[in-house]
């Protein structure tokens, strides 16, 4: 008998179809994956065993007993815990205060040392060690994910929903939850892992299942499927082979960047050509991210010279930088990308602003709605309207609107800092396209990543950074996303 | 690793400047160090402590109230209107009674309109200062009421070390006010820290989403922090009007600055969901210690107000930098 099983779940919005006659089984010490796109209905099924929402149709059991309609405290009551992807932690409050937050009563007393007495344990139990008076806001993110699993525990649970889990997490930070999702798995928990990043996946789980339009499309232990198979039950198409590797490149390089320094990166220097796409990558904090805000001119460099097709650029100034030709796209689109609650057509023309300038600085709608229109069009983006507000649109849509903003601004270099993380296989892919159309263009693209696949599909070539300093440069035919990860991993 | 709870560190630090504060005002005046001074200033913190406890919890909810000197000032009022006028307060529980409800009464209008309409806390407030204000002088009165019922005078009454002036009259110790304002903060520090409903809290206001998606009943904890925050406000009205004899509508008014100031000061966090009552008695000691200070060494009111204003934008500006420092770092990590 399986430990939580769904017979025929069926939910429609609108008339439209999120849901249509889902089964699946969870059994207990099972890791189980459910894997679909944007739109799928995996959230919608998250929800549904969650309490959030209830289904039009079908039924929840749980030990083989038929479950009435759920409400989320029942949900947990009855050990069904869900981790959200983000909002599931208070961070201003400390590790104890956060595992205290487990019932939703109101009516009661706290005792601080039982509290932190099994807050020990719980961390034990997951064998990590974290200061119980720390403010989780200065966890890493691994960390928080094992506060809110911890949270989960010292309510019983039985069977832990995980959404998106690795979204935001890099190499060790991965090892770190996934050594903690074997320990309860071997305490006989049942997991479901909600994900897009398959490649991990594949390494964890027992059993896939994947959803499609609303639809179970496929499902079966984890050595049914491999990478392709992954892709075909997902996208519905057959994954297209990635294209030649090109050679290096003996143009004339159009930038240079010579003895760079900043607070973690030393003595950086590497050239870049224009049509070319090159990869940077690394262990988290090796300097990646601060590379692309030097070059970008966010923040000032303190040695070393940024040359664009010749002429040196001004330190630390991001409109000079940025009119120069010098765009970058920032990790984060929610909160340094784009402006959520305002327009596709506002967004996409806020880099670009001052060309919409028309008689004594008023702005020229018509001219903003215009453009809003030509760039979804370009770009693929599936938005019923320019005027909705960014928000509304799924996360991979978000992400073209992000290129878009900065493609407007016609750069000659293009940096990326994670263009596809949270991004859904569909959309991944487009972007990947995208960017190998740009630089056969001529655009020049910086594309760090720490995804080792997009790296191996994308880059010419890759530069691998070590605490501040470029460790490696991966040029040809020598190596692939395997040969990364095993590289990467002799750094730590 | 060791590490403090931020919130203890940032109280030691409080209690430091207290002490420093307090030896700097002895050393040009050796009479502060008396009994009497320091009964002195626990009196004067009342007022101002009770109004904090209340911004305190509202800040922990999430929220911030600038209406409460509003609401105290109608409840001070109407209580010795009507405590008066019909008897319906002629006892001091009674009056404690009257007031506390009646302020929590207008706080739970104040949660009303935050939650009803998702409106920010700080317009709501504003906007219902105003109108409680504004109601109080068109539609209750505008005289002042200077023969206060016994049953409010009584709360500036000694409760205990009181010494004996001239003509054997008690003078000086504690007044009750301040015991009452002491039971407030220990009542709301067991609340805030130790009951899952302060818990709970802290949680709406931390992060409100993840609140909701624990399954945390969201409006009855905006209405029972605005309700409770109203209701200290009905005390505060109630200590002041004991401690000036009389019951003024147009009284309290720009006591929120100090106030907010004080609770800033005292560690809340402006965006929500941290603070202690500790923090926060710490934080109004220091700002009336300041206030003595500041007309022991001769400086004229208006420079109370600079210093006021510098005290409230620099305690904001250091929580900010304490927790942007952290996210740095959490970044670059």
Redo the contacts between chains.
């Keep these: 008998m399986a430990l939580l099983e769904i017979i025929g779940i069926g939910k429609r919005y609108d008339g439209v179809c999120a849901l249509e006659d889902v089964s699946m089984r969870l059994e207990a010490g099972e890791v189980h994956c459910l894997a679909g796109e944007n739109g799928s209905g995996k959230s919608t099924l998250i929800k549904t065993l969650a309490g959030v929402i209830h289904p039009d149709s079908g039924q929840i059991l749980l030990d083989g007993r038929v479950l009435p309609p759920l409400r989320p405290p029942d949900a947990r009551r009855l050990g069904i815990q869900v981790i959200f992807q983000e909002s599931s932690l208070f961070p201003q409050l400390s590790v104890a205060e956060n595992l205290a937050m487990g019932g939703a009563r109101l009516s009661g007393f706290v005792n601080w040392r039982v509290i932190r007495r099994l807050a020990r344990e719980a961390l034990a139990k997951l064998e990590v060690e974290i200061a119980l008076d720390q403010p989780v806001a200065g966890l890493s993110t691994a960390n928080k994910q094992v506060v809110a699993i911890g949270r989960a525990l010292l309510q019983q649970t039985r069977v832990l929903i995980m959404d998106e889990p690795t979204a935001a997490l890099t190499g060790r930070d991965v090892e770190v939850l996934f050594s903690v999702v074997r320990r309860l798995k071997e305490s006989g928990v049942a997991i479901l892992f909600v994900s897009h990043r398959l490649d991990e996946m594949l390494r964890i789980s027992d059993r896939f299942s994947f959803l499609r339009g609303g639809r179970l499309v496929a499902t079966g232990p984890a050595a049914d499927f491999d990478h392709a198979a992954i892709t075909r039950h997902l996208t519905g198409q057959d994954p297209s082979p990635p294209p030649p590797r090109g050679g290096p490149r003996n143009d004339d390089p159009l930038l240079r960047v010579r003895s760079l320094r900043g607070a973690i990166v030393q003595d950086a220097s590497f050239d870049l050509a224009a049509g070319e796409i090159v990869g940077i990558t690394g262990l988290r904090g090796a300097g990646q991210a601060e590379l692309a805000l030097l070059l970008s001119g966010a923040r000032a460099r303190t040695g070393g010279e940024v040359l664009l097709a010749g002429a040196s650029l001004p330190n630390g100034d991001l409109p000079a930088t940025l009119a120069a030709g010098i765009a970058y796209v920032p990790e984060d689109r929610l909160t340094e990308g784009l402006a959520l609650d305002q327009s596709l057509a506002f967004n996409l023309a806020s880099a670009t602003l001052s060309s919409f300038g028309g008689w004594g600085g008023l702005v020229r709608g018509t001219d903003i709605a215009a453009h809003a229109q030509h760039w979804l069009n370009d770009l693929g983006v599936r938005a019923p309207s320019p005027k909705l507000p960014v928000r509304a649109l799924s996360g991979g849509n978000q992400q073209r609107v992000a290129l878009g903003k900065w493609l407007c601004t016609r750069p000659r270099v293009l940096i990326l800092n994670g263009p596809t993380v949270g991004v859904d296989v569909g959309s991944k892919r487009a972007i990947h396209d995208r960017l190998r159309a740009l630089a056969s263009q001529g655009l020049a693209v910086l594309l760090i990543s720490d995804d080792l696949t997009e790296l191996a599909e994308s880059c010419q070539r890759v530069l691998v950074m070590h605490q501040g300093r470029i460790a490696d440069t991966l040029i040809g035919d020598g190596w692939n996303d395997r040969t990364l990860a095993a590289q990467l991993n002799q750094l730590r | ?6 919130n203890r560190r940032h109280e030691a630090v409080l209690s430091a400047v207290l002490l420093v504060l307090a030896l700097f005002i002895g050393l040009i005046n050796p009479g502060f160090f008396s009994a009497e001074a320091a009964f002195d200033l626990l009196r004067s913190s009342t007022v101002i402590g009770l109004f904090a406890l209340g911004v305190l919890v509202a800040l922990v909810a999430g929220g911030i109230d600038v209406s409460l000197p509003a609401i105290a000032a109608f409840c001070l009022y109407t209580t010795a209107l009507f405590g008066g006028a019909f008897g319906v307060a002629d006892h001091p529980v009674l009056a404690l009674g009257l007031a506390g409800l009646t302020g929590a009464v207008l706080g739970t209008m104040n949660a009303f309109f935050i939650h009803q309409f998702a409106l920010p806390p700080l317009i709501v407030t504003l906007g219902t200062a105003s109108l409680i204000r504004g109601g109080l002088l068109a539609f209750v009165g505008t005289r002042i009421v200077t023969d206060l019922p016994e049953s409010m005078a009584a709360f500036s009454h000694p409760a205990a070390f009181a010494g004996s002036g001239p003509g054997g009259a008690p003078v000086g110790g504690l007044v009750v006010s301040f015991l009452m304002f002491a039971m407030a903060a220990a009542g709301v520090a067991f609340l805030l ?8 809290i ?2 709406l206001g ?2 409100p ?3 909701r ?5 969201i409006a ?2 905006r209405f029972i922090a605005h309700g409770l925050a109203g209701f200290l406000a009905g005390l505060a009205g109630l200590a002041h009007a004991s401690q000036m004899r009389n019951a003024n509508p147009f009284d309290l008014v720009g006591t929120e600055l100090t106030v907010i100031a004080a609770v800033v000061l005292g560690g809340a ?1 402006v ?4 603070g202690t009552v500790t923090g926060t008695v710490l934080g109004v000691l220091i700002l009336v210690l300041v206030e003595t200070g500041l007309v022991i060494v001769g400086l004229s009111s208006q420079w109370h107000k600079v210093v006021l204003g510098g005290i409230l934008l620099l305690s904001v500006a250091t929580t900010v930098r304490r ?1 942007s420092r ?2 740095w ?5």
Excluded: F, N, Y
Aim: net charge positive; proline share 5%; charged share 20%.
């Design positions: 690793m060791i590490m403090r709870h931020p820290g130790r009951t899952t409903l302060g818990r709970g802290h949680a931390g992060a989403e993840s609140a998606r624990m399954g945390l009943p009855r904890l966090s965006a929500g969901g941290r927790v952290a996210a770092r959490e970044g670059m990590a």
